[in-house]
Each structure stands twice: as C-alpha cells, then as structure tokens.
C-alpha cells in the first residue's frame, strides 16, 4: 500500500505543480504600447470644360438685337465636383478692341457689347456634377449704341464671348 501511496502522493504534486507552473505562466507576460501612422489623400478641383456654341447670324446692330449663345461645362475631374458659377465677358485686348473669331478688331470697343448669364444651366448652381458630366445654359450678348460711329464693328462674327466656370 506504501507503494500505491507513493505514486498516488507523486500524482497529486505532479498536477499541482503543473498546476501551479501554468498558473505562473498566466501571469508571467509584459505590457507595452504602440502607435501606428497612416494617410490617405485627398484630391484636388480640376479645370471645367467650357465649349460655347457661336451664333454666325449677324444679327447684333448698335442699339438692338442681341444673339444668344450656348455653352456646355464638362467636369473632366475623376471626382464629383459643384458648380457655382458662370460668368460670361467679352474678349477683348490691352486696348479695349473686342476680339472676333480670336482676332482683335481694331477700333471696335468691348465696351460697346454687354453680354449676360440666362441663369437656365441645368442642373441648377451648387448641384454636384459626377465625373465627365456635363451641364449646359445660354448667355445673351447685345451691342449699344455707344453715340459715336462704331464703323469698325460692321460685319464681324463675334464678338467673342468667354464663359468661365467656377
């Protein structure tokens, strides 16, 4: 019996200090930190697209008639991006002559045309436009009679009308 004792007390302090040696293990363990650092990046605005559909029906006369012109924005972002804005100006050089057909027409004045947003762009201001889409509207451009002989101005197809997109 002395024998099964042995073995039996050798059993018992085996698994206690397997016991014993496992619950060490348990608590025996370090701690630290540690910070990790990514990005992403954001793109940026690009350019509109702006095509404007000339009008060749010479109907401008000092003081009456006007033309109306179309124009179609493109975003060429790979993004969505918001239109806000389209203002249209007549071209014209360091001396106020108009351009026609990117050519200055000497003698004939900018400030003689006046030309206008119809605010018709569809979709309206503001509306986010998906990648390569489009939005389209007119501007109205007439000529006034400045009092003075505007000669110069006669038979040009123009004058030439800068719509830019913001």
Wanted: glycine share 12%; hydrophobic share 35%; with cysteine.
């Amino acid at each position: 019996m002395k024998r099964f004792m042995n073995k039996k007390v050798a059993a018992i302090g085996l698994a206690a200090g397997l016991a014993l040696g496992a619950a060490g293990a348990a608590f025996a363990y370090f701690t630290s930190t540690g910070d990790g650092t990514g990005s992403a990046s954001v793109g940026s605005s690009t350019a509109w697209n702006v095509a404007v559909t000339s009008d060749s029906s010479n109907s401008l006369l000092p003081g009456s008639g006007s033309e109306t012109l179309s124009y179609t924005v493109t975003n060429e972002s790979s993004g969505a991006q918001a239109l806000n804005a389209i203002t249209p100006t007549i071209k014209a050089d360091s001396s106020g002559d108009v351009y026609a057909q990117g050519v200055a027409v000497a003698g004939c004045k900018a400030s003689w045309f006046t030309v206008v947003s119809n605010g018709d762009q569809s979709p309206a201001f503001g509306t986010s436009i998906s990648s390569q889409g489009t939005t389209t509207g007119t501007v109205t451009v007439t000529m006034q009679d400045s009092g003075t002989p505007q000669d110069n101005c006669q038979g040009i197809l123009g004058p030439d009308v800068n719509v830019h997109a913001s």
